[in-house]
């Protein structure tokens, strides 16, 4: 379900128009200069079937029907993090739609640990060549008109990155609704005091700037939201509100983290997420796998 077209933009702003996947709590966005057309998505879908091992593409279908139907150009298909969630469905956009690929180039960190996990073989190359571009701190990409800027926000993942555009950023997984705080940090490479860091410099953007998160799960009394402002997150955040201490958050972080359980799709996610979304090389029998490591994680 689109959040809806904003009928008027002040100055300087872009068109931000999220997609909500149901079965995993994922948002994706299509980020649009209102000048030229011009667009990014951000963190896209592929559907999948844990029961059968069956993907879909219903959800980027949506995104490439909207994408048609604006007369929009995409510029650019962008990664938060390598997903524990939900597979990406990069590869077929880009087949679809064209526009260039893009990641943290921590990227490489995260590739290390899994390509290990998951004894991915000699074949897999560990450089993050398998997206078109790897982006780092500062680095800033064109949108038409606008421009998007990268800010490197690990925690959660040594690779996690945010997308400032204009008076908007898509933090990824690092923060969510206020009502629900910040992401959690017990895999491989996150760190919760390296997160309050990071959040601490989105919190330091303009009150007004809008804030953009990758999944919500509803609560009591409110629908699914994926929309916030730096000033709500500053004051209301439950993880990070009211000025809370360094050592209070990591305290937090890591006693609420200790007993959670691991995503449900996280193993064929990281599997094909770490390729940018291309699955494991078929085997002779023209099939491709996803291993299940046992008693590994």
């Known amino acids: 379900m689109p959040i809806g077209d904003q009928a008027v933009l002040s100055a300087g702003q872009v068109n931000v128009e999220g997609f909500f996947d149901t079965a995993t709590s994922t948002v ?7 000048e030229t057309g011009s667009c990014a998505i951000i963190d896209p879908v592929l559907d999948y079937s844990a029961r059968s091992g069956r993907t879909d593409t219903a959800s980027a279908d949506r995104l490439i029907e909207h994408v048609r139907n604006k007369d929009l150009n ?21 087949s679809e739609l064209g526009g260039q690929t893009a990641i943290g180039g921590n990227v490489v960190a995260v590739q290390e640990v899994f390509a290990e996990a998951f004894h991915a073989g000699e074949s897999f190359s560990k450089d993050g060549s398998q997206w078109d571009i790897l982006v780092t701190e500062g680095q800033e990409l064109e949108l038409g008109n606008a421009t998007i800027k990268v800010m490197e926000t690990p925690g959660h993942t040594p ?16 923060i969510f609704m206020p009502d629900y705080g ?19 410099r989105i919190l330091t953007l303009p009150d007004e700037t809008r804030v953009f998160t990758c999944h919500d799960y509803g609560g009591e009394g409110r629908d699914f939201s994926w929309e916030s402002s730096v000033a709500s997150q500053r004051q209301d955040n439950v993880h990070l509100g009211g000025d809370k201490s360094r050592f209070d958050f990591v305290t937090l972080r890591q006693s609420r983290d200790a007993g959670l359980q691991l995503p449900e799709l996280i193993l064929p996610s990281v599997q094909v997420n770490m390729r940018a979304g291309v699955f494991p090389p078929a085997e002779e029998n023209g099939v491709s796998y996803i291993k299940i490591p046992l008693n590994k994680f």
């Open 74 to 94: 995409v510029r650019w298909i962008l990664e938060t993090h390598v997903h524990a969630d939900h597979l990406t469905s990069a590869p077929y956009l880009q």
């Open 182 to 200: 910040t992401a959690r940090c017990d895999f491989p490479g996150g760190d919760a005091d390296i997160l309050f860091t990071s959040v601490q």
């Open 159 to 174: 690779a996690c990155v945010s997308y400032q555009i204009a008076d908007a950023v898509f933090v990824g997984d690092t």
């Open 28 to 34: 994706s966005y299509i980020v649009s200069d209102p």
